[in-house]
């Protein structure tokens, strides 16, 4: 009998595309679905970057590219990092895949080796594919804990204390996804004075919600004395421009760069070349839908966030960027007699018609922490109010 390996049956997911087959198969069934699970944009892509992948198209520039990327899309990509990180970048030094995941695990499997006991510290809560990507590169993921009363960040302390000689790779994500805390430049410097006494340690910067920012300001840990060479920069086109589709991503570092294009020629080849033209318009044209998106998403997290902290049993903090919100919902589970935060994500989902993600979907629960849900306010003012009185409702209607 053939048999499936262990390391595939292990494989994590993202459980935001498993409760959207959950939210669309309710849909499909007549239900009255109300979603705040799938973390993506709900603008269309600017019009001047659709016509620069149509006219790609028309001009026939439809092969294979270099596994790195099309010349004119690295060199776009660095200087958009020296604008926006105060750094020299070389385009030599910058990668584009289908994506910008994929660096998480190309990133992974260029700095541990498998079976060797490498340990790599991960956010939680955070983004899920961190844990899974660890797991199945085959080396040991040491969790970091976000904690509500660091408004979401973790204790530099915290770090100095969870490094061992088996450390290989620290994974940073600011803005963070889920809980849309920010690392303040404070701590920001504080976690590079620790990592400078340990020169062992590469960092995965995951900024892809790095132009989202409304309370601080956005700060890279490359732009610090010391780290950039061992930082590998993620970004890419997905938030920013409403580019989740077309799938564009890239990194950048010096030492890795060449690694991370034989990753790619021997997965994706190379990213589409239609998008990656795409992508240079993103990157070098105007920004006046880029900042209009933006500045939307910030009136609806104030939105969002002032209607959740008057629902029965709820509190939420300011998230500082990114779209989610991250409610506590400890007492909301208790007044409706929900065990955890899962039991009332899903009596939200069937009682009331209101789809959100739970804590669980990004990692164990930080003991101390209590109960959160996650919502991702890429959704109209309008679904956003009726949202959140269908959950307002659901806790009054369910008081046990």
Not at 74 to 98: E, L, N, P, S
Not at 359 to 364: L, Q, S
Request: aromatic share 8%.
């Amino acid at each position: 009998m053939v048999n499936v390996s262990q390391r595939a049956q292990g494989l994590g997911t993202e459980n935001a595309f498993i409760v959207l087959a959950e939210v669309n198969k309710l849909i499909r069934e007549g239900r009255d679905v109300i979603s705040f699970c799938i973390g993506q944009p709900d603008f269309h892509t600017p019009m001047n970057i659709q016509d620069a992948g149509v006219k790609a198209i028309r001009e026939g520039r439809h092969g294979y590219t270099p596994s790195a990327g099309i010349a004119e899309l690295r060199q776009a990509v660095a200087d958009d990092f020296m604008r926006t990180r105060g750094i020299k970048v070389d385009a030599d030094d910058v990668v584009v895949a289908a994506g910008a995941k994929p660096f998480i695990a190309y990133t992974i499997l260029s700095t541990t080796d498998y079976g060797a006991g490498d340990e790599v510290i991960y956010p939680v809560p955070g983004f899920p594919i961190y844990e899974s990507q660890i797991k199945a590169s085959g080396a040991v993921g040491v969790p970091i804990y976000l904690r509500e009363s660091r408004n979401f960040s973790f204790d530099p302390q915290e770090l100095a204390d969870k490094i061992s000689p088996k450390t290989k790779l620290l994974i940073l994500n600011s803005p963070q996804n889920p809980t849309g805390g920010i690392i303040s430049k404070k701590d920001m410097e504080a976690i590079a004075e620790i990592l400078r006494k340990h020169p062992q340690i590469w960092i995965f910067a995951d900024e892809i919600y790095g132009r989202l920012i409304y309370e601080g300001e956005f700060v890279s840990i490359a732009s610090l004395p010391g780290m950039q060479e061992r930082t590998i920069i993620s970004d890419g086109c997905s938030k920013t421009w409403a580019m989740t589709g077309w799938r564009l991503g890239f990194a950048a570092n010096k030492k890795l760069a060449p690694f991370f294009t034989t990753w790619i020629t021997n997965t994706e080849s190379c990213a589409s070349q239609i998008t990656q033209w795409a992508g240079v318009e993103a990157l070098n044209g105007p920004q006046d839908d880029a900042n209009r998106m933006r500045d939307i998403f910030h009136k609806r997290r104030d939105l969002i966030v002032g209607l959740l902290n008057h629902v029965p049993g709820v509190t939420c903090k300011n998230p500082g960027g990114a779209f989610y919100a991250w409610p506590n919902v400890t007492e909301a589970c208790k007044i409706t007699g929900c065990k955890d935060s899962e039991e009332f994500r899903k009596r939200l989902l069937n009682e009331a018609g209101l789809a959100v993600l739970a804590d669980i979907h990004f990692g164990p629960r930080v003991e101390g922490e209590g109960q959160h849900i996650r919502l991702s306010y890429a959704a109209s003012d309008d679904a956003i109010k009726q949202g959140i009185q269908r959950m307002t409702d659901f806790i009054n209607k369910n008081r046990v």
